[in-house]
């Protein structure tokens, strides 16, 4: 694999392509040499522009901080639907003849900001649609309300439960195609949506598969995607493409909802590790090109394919604070792409090189006008940071999941509410972190509905049941799972409820991590025959994040909306400080 080299933001690799053939560099004598003429917009070998992005989760506004240090040291502030629109535009404008298009990776819809999460993600399509998206693959978080939602997001309709948020412009759904090629009805064995999309530019076919992580309904709750199996990338990404070339498609190109790490900046690609290496390595030569999300890292890669032959490997980063713009190099005579010719850059959406688009701010404002008022509330206070979302390490304790924890076993530990005694909240599901500085327009220290809603957006109920003290350490021994079952992340943390603890052992084999006898509640140890109420979420009690152990559970009793009960809990107790640890070693 190969580090690549940045260039200035704002420079188009097509453009650069164009010029250095015109000008006749070594790399265009080079292929002249081997009797191929060069890309001058009209000859044998001609460029199409691929803009690219993931992650977006509705971040509509422009609130997020800037990459981490390692990734953007100059700390620039990017992002935000307004200046993502804006910076695809420009790009465009230095597309070859006009030839581009706009895809994407998954995860546009799901865990969002309040704007976009509060009203179903409908905020999020429409300004999607405004921005031309092409096509995209789904993502796990796609899927977070199951999959008959994300089938009337495609297709439209107004909200079976909510209704229709304009009443005289129902919701029209995605003017884009979501592709769901390992996503695979039980039914009836078809896709839950299309696999593939062709699209022609200038005469040129490019087949898109679309496909998320196998591994999704270990990231969502079970129960709304019970009616479908979620097939292996790599398998599938074969089978497609031998049904696209048979079709005459020549040039394909993958969006995976699935990715990898690298220590480099947004633009290189530094000991790239995590799932996607493998898969790209594993993935059919057939495919000229993948692009990546899940991880929220930005990447432009090099890696073999089994053939041995380098192949681009891309992802930009989240939240619409990276586009990635790949020079996809047609040969017109073959229909085939050639990679020696195929480069990727990674443009950072500075927000001061790119201005808001006034139509994206139009858009934000009449979904502002009806969730202001409702944002803006006050629910609560913090006297200090509480930090340790999902956006950071999922696989330790965490201020914030042992606060969630709290607030679940505070809205379950009534008898008529459950009578739960411990509770559980995995640190993936906490979206955000609550500071002492303001985040909106709230003064120091306040807690706004807008910013309980960032904390718990996916809408999930709480659930107690009856679990005997053998079954809770079999849970908190799931929090460790290989790679080859849970992907990305083997590791993932559950926050604990106050008055419960325990000791974490990683170098001990899997399934013994938790040290014996070291589960205690209110200092007592735990009975392994004992019998003790227990409260999470529905996600997890169903088995999310594979922590199949709830499902052992007896004697269930639903309750309260997560964000609800979370409302209720900040209202209750102003002041709220950073829990202490409550979990040795892990």
Known sequence: ????????????????????????????????????????GHGRLQ????????????????????????????????????????????????????????????????????????????????????????????????FDEGTAELLRMQKGGCHPVDGCYFPTQPYGGADFQWLAANVVKKSDGKT????????????????????????????????GVASVDFKDEVETAEAQAKLLKKQG??????????????????????????????????????????????????????????????????SAASYGQVVTETSLVIDRRTGDVDRRHTTAQNHLVSRAVYPADPEQTKIIATWNAIAGPLAAQVVGSNVEDITGDSNGNRGIETPMGDLVADAILWGTQAPASGGAQISFMNVGGVRASLLHAPKYAEGPGQITYAEAYDVAPFGNLL???????????????????????????????????????????????????????????????????????????????????????????????GGAEDLANLVAYVKANPGLRAPADRVAGL
């Not at 990776?105 to 999460?117: E, K, M, P």
């Not at 530019?201 to 496909?211: D, H, L, R």
């Not at 990898?260 to 594993?282: E, F, H, K, L, N």
């Open 1 to 40: 694999m190969r580090t690549t080299h940045r260039r200035a933001v704002g420079t188009s690799l097509a453009a650069l392509a164009l010029a250095a053939f015109a000008a006749g560099t070594p790399a265009a004598m080079a292929h002249e040499q081997h009797g191929k003429p060069t890309d001058r």
């Open 47 to 142: 460029t199409v522009q691929l803009l690219s992005f993931n992650d977006y989760h509705g971040h509509l506004e422009a609130t997020d901080g800037p990459l981490k240090d390692t990734l953007d040291p100059s700390q620039t502030p990017a992002g935000g639907a307004e200046h993502l629109a804006t910076a695809l535009s420009e790009l465009r404008k230095q597309a070859p003849k006009g030839r581009t298009l706009t895809v994407a990776a998954g995860d546009l819809i799901g865990g969002s900001t309040f704007l976009s999460g509060l009203f179903h993600d409908e905020p999020a399509v429409e300004t999607l649609n405004a921005m031309d998206l092409a096509v995209s693959s789904v993502g796990n978080h796609e």
């Open 192 to 223: 839950l949506l299309p696999g593939t999309s062709v699209k022609k530019v200038n005469g040129m076919k490019i087949g898109f598969i679309g496909m998320t992580l196998e591994a999704t309904p270990t990231l969502v709750d079970p129960a």
């Open 249 to 314: 498609v020549q040039s394909i190109v993958v969006l995976l909802h699935e990715g990898g790490y690298q220590s480099g900046t947004y633009d290189q690609c530094v000991g790239i590790s995590g799932p996607i290496d493998q898969i790209a390595r594993t993935m059919t030569a057939d495919v000229d090109a993948i692009i990546t999300g899940h991880t929220h890292q930005p990447y432009v890669c090099h890696i073999p394919d089994p053939a041995g032959h380098d192949r681009l490997v891309t």
């Open 463 to 557: 659930v107690s049941m009856d679990l005997t003290g053998a079954q809770i350490k079999t849970i908190l021994e799931q929090q460790y799972q290989p790679v080859a079952a849970r992907g990305s992340r083997p590791t993932l943390a559950l926050g604990v409820s106050q008055g419960f603890s325990y000791t974490w052992d990683a170098g001990r084999p899997q399934g013994s991590r938790v040290v014996p006898g070291s589960m205690t509640l209110n200092g007592t140890p735990l009975s392994a025959t004992g019998t003790y109420r227990v409260s999470t979420l529905n996600f997890l009690a169903n088995g999310g994040d594979l922590f199949t152990g709830f499902s052992a559970g007896t004697n269930l009793l």
